[in-house]
C-alpha cells in the first residue's frame, strides 16, 4: 500500500490565490502605499483637511467612471460623458442668472437626456460602435455649446450657493458632496448586483448572441444604459462646477480618459461581463492620490502624462493579470 504525499502549496501561488479571490485586497493595498509614500516626501500632509479634500476631487471622477463600468460591462464605452458634464455644467451656470434654480437644473439635464438617447440608438438599433458613437455626439455636443456660449455671453454665469455648498463644503470635516454620492453609488452597486437589468448588462458582455437568443430585447437594455450613463454624467457636472467654481467649455473633459482608467484599475474588463462599481471607486481614489503625488514631485507636464500613463498600464497589467489566474 502506497501513500502519495501532498505537495505543500508554494507561498506565491497562495498569495496570488488569495489576491484573486480578494480582487479589492490588491487595490487597498495600492492605495495605502501611494499614501504612505506622499507622507514620506510630505510629512504631515495626510491630515483630515487632505483626506477630505481628496475625496471631493475623487467624488466627480468616480461617477464618471461609474458611467464607464456600466458601459464596459456590454462591452462599450461613453466617450461622451465628459462634454455631457460640460453641457450640463455650463447651461446651469448661465440659465440660473435669469432662471428660477429648478428650471435652470431640467434644462441643463436634457441634453444629457438627448446625448444619451442618440447614444443609446446608435448603438443598441443602429449597431454603431460604442467608441465611435460616443465620440461623434462628444464633438456635436462641443460643437453646440460653443454655439450657445455666443448666445448668453453676455448675461454672465453665476455658480448657485447650493452647488457650491455640495461641491466644497464641509459638515463636521465631512465633504457635503458624499449627499450625492453616496446614494449614488449605493444604488449602482444594487443595481449591478441586485437587479434584472444589472444582470442583463453582465449578460450582454459577457455573451450578446446568446441574450438576443433568450429573448433579451437588447435595443431596450442599451438605450436604458446610456441615458442612465448620461443622466449620471450631467449630475457629475453640477457637482463638478460647485467644486471648481469656474465654468468652462472644457469643465470636464480632463475627467473622460481618467475615468475609463479608473474602472480599468477597479477591474472592470474592457471586452464586457466582468466588473464592479467598488473595485471602480478604489479605482478613482487611487488615481487622485497619484496626481497629487506628482504634483508633490513637481514634475513637468509632459513628465507627469508619461508617469502617470505608464503606471496605469502597469497596475492594470498586474491587476488583470491576477485576475486571469483565478
Same mark, same amino acid.
Given at each position: 500500500? =502506497?501513500?502519495?504525499?501532498?505537495?505543500?502549496?508554494?507561498?506565491? %501561488?497562495? @498569495?496570488k490565490?488569495?489576491?484573486?479571490?480578494r480582487?479589492?485586497v490588491?487595490?487597498?493595498?495600492?492605495?495605502?502605499i501611494? @499614501?504612505?509614500?506622499?507622507?514620506?516626501?510630505?510629512?504631515?500632509?495626510?491630515?483630515?483637511r487632505?483626506?477630505?479634500?481628496?475625496?471631493?476631487?475623487?467624488?466627480?471622477?468616480?461617477i464618471?467612471?461609474?458611467? +464607464?463600468?456600466?458601459?464596459? #460591462?456590454?462591452?462599450? !464605452?461613453? #466617450?461622451?460623458?465628459?462634454t455631457?458634464?460640460?453641457?450640463?455644467a455650463f447651461?446651469?451656470?448661465? +440659465?440660473? @442668472?435669469?432662471?428660477?434654480p429648478?428650471?435652470?437644473f431640467? #434644462?441643463?439635464?436634457?441634453?444629457?437626456?438627448l /446625448?444619451? #438617447?442618440?447614444?443609446? /440608438?446608435?448603438?443598441?438599433?443602429?449597431?454603431?460602435h460604442?467608441?465611435?458613437?460616443?465620440l461623434?455626439?462628444s464633438? !456635436?455636443?462641443?460643437?453646440c455649446l460653443?454655439?450657445?456660449? %455666443?448666445?448668453?455671453?453676455?448675461?454672465?454665469?453665476?455658480?448657485?450657493?447650493?452647488?457650491?455648498?455640495l461641491?466644497?463644503?464641509?459638515?463636521?470635516?465631512?465633504?457635503?458632496?458624499?449627499?450625492?454620492?453616496?446614494?449614488?453609488?449605493?444604488?449602482?452597486? &444594487?443595481?449591478l448586483?441586485?437587479?434584472?437589468f444589472?444582470?442583463?448588462?453582465?449578460?450582454?458582455?459577457?455573451?450578446?448572441?446568446?441574450?438576443?437568443?433568450?429573448?433579451?430585447?437588447?435595443? +431596450? @437594455?442599451? =438605450?436604458?444604459?446610456?441615458?442612465? =450613463?448620461s443622466?449620471?454624467?450631467?449630475?457629475?457636472?453640477l457637482?463638478?462646477?460647485?467644486?471648481?467654481?469656474?465654468?468652462?467649455?472644457?469643465?470636464? *473633459?480632463?475627467?473622460?480618459?481618467?475615468?475609463?482608467?479608473?474602472?480599468?484599475?477597479g477591474g472592470t =474588463?474592457?471586452?464586457?461581463?466582468?466588473?464592479?462599481?467598488?473595485?471602480t471607486? /478604489?479605482?478613482?481614489?487611487?488615481l487622485?492620490?497619484l496626481?497629487?503625488?506628482?504634483?508633490?514631485?513637481?514634475m513637468? *507636464?509632459?513628465?507627469r502624462?508619461?508617469? &502617470?500613463?505608464?503606471?496605469v498600464?502597469?497596475?492594470?497589467?498586474?491587476?488583470?493579470?491576477?485576475? *486571469? *489566474?483565478?
Amino acid at each position: 500500500m =502506497s501513500t502519495t504525499a501532498i505537495q505543500p502549496v508554494p507561498l506565491g %501561488r497562495r @498569495v496570488k490565490r488569495f489576491m484573486a479571490d480578494r480582487p479589492l485586497v490588491p487595490l487597498i493595498i495600492l492605495l495605502v502605499i501611494l @499614501v504612505v509614500i506622499l507622507q514620506i516626501l510630505r510629512p504631515g500632509i495626510v491630515n483630515e483637511r487632505w483626506i477630505a479634500n481628496t475625496i471631493k476631487f475623487a467624488i466627480p471622477l468616480a461617477i464618471l467612471a461609474g458611467c +464607464q463600468t456600466m458601459t464596459m #460591462l456590454t462591452g462599450g !464605452i461613453d #466617450l461622451s460623458v465628459g462634454t455631457v458634464a460640460t453641457m450640463s455644467a455650463f447651461i446651469m451656470a448661465t +440659465q440660473v @442668472v435669469n432662471q428660477d434654480p429648478a428650471v435652470a437644473f431640467l #434644462l441643463a439635464m436634457m441634453p444629457a437626456v438627448l /446625448i444619451g #438617447l442618440v447614444n443609446g /440608438i446608435g448603438v443598441g438599433v443602429f449597431r454603431v460602435h460604442p467608441l465611435i458613437m460616443t465620440l461623434g455626439t462628444s464633438l !456635436i455636443g462641443t460643437g453646440c455649446l460653443q454655439v450657445y456660449q %455666443r448666445t448668453v455671453i453676455a448675461s454672465g454665469a453665476k455658480i448657485p450657493d447650493f452647488l457650491a455648498w455640495l461641491g466644497t463644503g464641509l459638515t463636521w470635516g465631512v465633504p457635503n458632496a458624499l449627499l450625492l454620492f453616496v446614494p449614488l453609488a449605493a444604488l449602482i452597486v &444594487f443595481t449591478l448586483s441586485r437587479t434584472g437589468f444589472g444582470r442583463l448588462l453582465y449578460a450582454v458582455g459577457d455573451n450578446e448572441r446568446a441574450t438576443r437568443l433568450s429573448g433579451v430585447r437588447y435595443w +431596450q @437594455v442599451i =438605450s436604458a444604459l446610456y441615458i442612465i =450613463s448620461s443622466l449620471l454624467a450631467g449630475l457629475t457636472g453640477l457637482l463638478y462646477i460647485g467644486l471648481i467654481k469656474a465654468p468652462s467649455l472644457s469643465l470636464a *473633459e480632463p475627467l473622460v480618459l481618467p475615468s475609463v482608467a479608473a474602472a480599468v484599475i477597479g477591474g472592470t =474588463s474592457i471586452f464586457g461581463g466582468r466588473g464592479g462599481y467598488t473595485g471602480t471607486i /478604489i479605482g478613482a481614489l487611487i488615481l487622485t492620490v497619484l496626481t497629487t503625488l506628482l504634483t508633490i514631485l513637481q514634475m513637468p *507636464e509632459g513628465a507627469r502624462r508619461i508617469l &502617470f500613463g505608464l503606471i496605469v498600464l502597469f497596475v492594470t497589467a498586474a491587476y488583470l493579470r491576477i485576475v *486571469e *489566474e483565478r
